[in-house]
């Protein structure tokens, strides 16, 4: 217990350190900036800026993607659903239908969840293994593709978004590079005020 709060203690003091050496470096006077290098940093802050915008573009089309995606994945729940109601009509007598056929229309109205209407198909119907022809196999084989395809779209839509955010913050601190240097050239710069303080000195 004595070492796990010495190495919390320790991990503090350090993180302490770090910051106060990053606000020092920080707040350290910038030299004068010398020929061109205002015009390069401002080349670079406009490439990171493209970049920037590029990254936002591929994390809004990675949206569309993962909408499409979803979109696919509930087209494919659909089928399958209706391939395992056929199924079931297949082998199911008429109460068993009557409920089944309820049930899957409280589903689609959204009033019962996908587990709520496997359990009333589960009681009211025949067993699964009576209903396990290629149809259905086939249906919840793409319904399953489908729903793997949504859940990496959407890992791609929330890799493709935090690189956007670092970009976008990365191109606003390169503007402020290139303001802080176009600042200390112009604060290095002969003016009139200076020349005349010069003279009388």
Request: glycine fraction near 4%; avoid cysteine; proline fraction near 2%.
């Given at each position: ?11 503090a003091?350090v ?12 707040q ?9 290098e ?6 670079d ?5 493209a970049?920037?915008?590029r ?9 569309r ?14 089928r399958?659903?209706?391939a395992?109601?056929e199924?079931?009509?297949a082998?199911?007598?008429e109460?068993h239908?009557l ?9 689609r109205?959204?009033?019962?969840s ?11 119907g025949?067993p699964?293994e009576q209903?396990?022809?290629g ?9 399953e ?7 990496q ?20 601190n ?7 240097a ?20």
């Amino acid at each position: 217990m004595v070492w796990t709060w010495a190495a919390i203690a320790a991990a503090a003091v350090v993180a302490v350190l770090t910051s106060v050496a990053a606000v020092a470096v920080w707040q350290r006077p910038r030299k004068a900036a010398g020929p061109g290098e205002v015009e390069q940093l401002l080349a670079d802050a406009e490439a990171v800026r493209a970049a920037a915008e590029r990254a936002a573009e591929a994390a809004e089309e990675a949206r569309r993607e993962a909408e499409r995606a979803a979109g696919a994945r509930d087209r494919a729940e659909d089928r399958y659903l209706e391939a395992r109601w056929e199924a079931r009509v297949a082998t199911a007598d008429e109460a068993h239908l009557l409920v089944q056929r309820a049930a899957l229309a409280a589903y689609r109205r959204g009033e019962l969840s996908v587990e709520q209407l496997n359990g009333i198909w589960h009681h009211a119907g025949p067993p699964a293994e009576q209903l396990d022809d290629g149809r259905v196999r086939d249906a919840r084989r793409a319904y399953e593709e489908a729903v793997a395809d949504t859940v990496q779209s959407r890992e791609q839509v929330h890799v493709a978004s935090v690189a956007a955010e670092v970009l976008v913050e990365e191109a606003h601190n390169a503007e402020v590079d290139v303001l802080e240097a176009w600042e200390a050239r112009e604060a290095a710069r002969p003016t009139l005020d200076k020349l005349f303080q010069e003279e009388n000195a």
